[in-house]
């Protein structure tokens, strides 16, 4: 298995609000996380931040899980531990309210894979065979109005409040995370913030991922050129998983 992570700022934010970590524990399981933030005045930043050293550091404090039930539990108990602390430091610094982030993640474990989502990251999965699909539905404002039928997707590109969220990490007091659990073989699997799938088509991003002769690394930092050849409007992260149908 094969891995890699970058990030950049963009060509028009000041500062990048992402944050991205691939996370290993006692175990050897893998935990890879992508989170972009939000709130003015750096809290997004500071939110981001706090997500993957959060995580980076209890997860590589767990020994190895046994089912799918224990890493559940796990990852929810986890998820509100850190959701709370994100939660209170913002309530405590004036400037910092109603700062948060996206929460995209996969926990890759011995008997089957974790997708873990809140916000509008993004986790795909791709095969040799060229099949592509995404694997999380966007918590957001656009999405609920596709799903409901009041917009249609060609209006749901362009649509003006396309980037409102409707779920959080750290915003409000409690969360809920959208929790995956997958046993089918898949050859790799992409996580990456809106920077990404905001601006870049579909088809084009499945056409780099299938080059398997091209290292992991190479192709992360095709998809990161392709934004910025979009336009790089958006903070931009990308985490890629070859699990050559390891798991």
Sequence with gaps: M???GITDKGLVRKNNQDSYVIATNQANDIFAIVADGIGGNFGGDIASRMTVRFFSKVFSETERFTSEEEARKWITSAINAC???IFEYGQTHEKLKGMGTTFCGV???SFGKLVVNIGDSRAYAFSD????RQLTCDHSLVNDMLM????TPEEA???PKKN???NALGVWESVHADIDFHTEKM???LLCSDGLHGYVEEEVIRSILMNKEIDPSLRARMLLKKALDAGGYDNITVILIDTDGEC
């Design 148 to 151: 409901h039928g009041e917009i």
């Design 164 to 166: 409102v969220l409707t």
């Design 2 to 4: 094969k891995y890699y």
């Design 157 to 159: 590109k362009t649509y």
């Design 107 to 109: 926990m890759i474990t």
């Design 129 to 132: 065979a060229g099949n592509f």
């Design 187 to 189: 050859d790799g699997m």
């Design 83 to 85: 959701n709370l602390q």
